[in-house]
């Protein structure tokens, strides 16, 4: 059945003019028609400032690229500051991050032509603010031959947030990611949690694009996408692979939350055989090296 044009689930950014800040792409749960997760892009002009007041949210701030210094306070009276950056770009070094708790309030100042990924859950409980560095994220290296793919985990089920779980997955040109094709949208543990992903993507030229597709098992849902940079994939449902085109390495951005603090999926049953003969892993990877080294 095709998707009507109220369900959309592909969005494109749009273009600001260099030394404006304004954002180029947002999400709400309205406009996504779920419960959770709230996302949005930012551009900040170098010296202009943006303030945000989380509220009834946790909010996690990716710094995709630039610098910027960053001031909060939370409900309890609690108070800090920092830097995130410098980045030259998502395919240049490993993110910096800003995570704080709701009732909390944000000052963040660019240092330099800056972009940001505002990620925001709703929140019943109290939790620690705190700055997340490139050597306090994950490394791994996930599937193999044309499959392989780098995952830097920045907010993973461990870490003490309430809801949400964030990682940056770098995918060598010509590869496929997210695969074999996997589901989240059954609470069924330990085996599966119901969860609502963001896909925000970029490509490493502004040519770049690859494909992204969502389906059921039922065939209520399957849709195929063309993803250029700056597209963003709302996944309510079904399985969700991706693969980029010969020449062009991507990157996206997968914001989660859910009713738990679980990435816990189920592969396609056509596809899942895979993930247990995978081949060799891709030379190429990784695309970044972990500023702790391979191990980390």
């Given at each position: 059945m095709k998707t009507r044009r109220d369900e959309s689930i592909h969005l494109r950014s749009r273009r600001v003019p260099p030394g404006r800040s304004a954002?180029?792409?947002?999400?709400?749960?309205?406009?996504?028609?779920?419960?959770?997760?709230?996302?949005?892009?930012?551009?900040?002009?170098?010296?202009?400032?943006?303030?945000?007041?989380?509220?009834?949210?946790?909010?996690?701030?990716?710094?995709?690229?630039?610098?910027?210094?960053?001031?909060?306070?939370?409900?309890?009276?609690g108070a800090g500051r920092g830097t995130l950056g410098p980045r030259a770009g998502v395919f240049d070094a490993y993110p910096h991050a800003l995570y704080v708790p709701r009732g909390s309030k944000v000052i963040l100042t660019a240092t330099a032509p800056t972009e940001i990924a505002e990620?925001?859950?709703?929140?019943?409980?109290?939790?620690?603010?705190?700055?997340?560095?490139?050597?306090?994220?994950?490394?791994?290296?996930?599937?193999?031959?044309?499959?392989?793919?780098?995952?830097?985990?920045?907010?993973?089920?461990?870490?003490?947030?309430?809801?949400?779980?964030?990682?940056?997955?770098?995918?060598?040109?010509?590869?496929?990611?997210?695969?074999?094709?996997?589901?989240?949208?059954?609470?069924?543990?330990?085996?599966?949690?119901?969860?609502?992903?963001?896909?925000?993507?970029?490509?490493?030229?502004?040519?770049?694009?690859?494909?992204?597709?969502?389906?059921?098992?039922?065939?209520?849902?399957?849709?195929?996408?063309?993803?250029?940079?700056?597209?963003?994939?709302?996944v309510r449902e079904g399985y969700h692979p991706f693969v980029t085109a010969y020449g062009h390495d991507a990157y996206y951005l997968n914001v989660l939350a859910g009713t738990r603090r679980s990435m816990a999926a189920s592969d396609d049953p056509q596809y899942a055989e895979f993930r247990h003969s995978w081949p060799a892993r891709d030379p190429r990877l990784p695309l970044i090296p972990h500023p702790g080294g391979d191990a980390a």
């Open positions: 954002p180029t792409i947002a999400v709400t749960p309205a406009r996504a028609r779920w419960e959770f997760i709230s996302f949005t892009v930012r551009t900040l002009a170098k010296g202009d400032t943006w303030k945000s007041k989380t509220a009834r949210q946790e909010m996690c701030v990716v710094l995709l690229s630039g610098a910027c210094r960053v001031e909060w306070t939370t409900r309890d009276g990620c925001r859950a709703p929140s019943t409980v109290d939790r620690a603010a705190a700055l997340v560095g490139p050597g306090d994220c994950g490394f791994e290296i996930r599937g193999g031959g044309n499959a392989t793919r780098q995952i830097i985990d920045i907010l993973p089920p461990r870490f003490p947030a309430d809801r949400l779980m964030i990682c940056e997955v770098l995918t060598p040109a010509g590869n496929w990611s997210s695969y074999p094709p996997h589901k989240h949208d059954t609470d069924r543990p330990p085996t599966e949690a119901d969860l609502e992903e963001i896909y925000y993507f970029r490509f490493r030229h502004p040519q770049g694009y690859g494909f992204h597709r969502v389906y059921t098992a039922d065939g209520r849902r399957d849709q195929t996408m063309l993803v250029r940079g700056g597209d963003l994939v709302i």
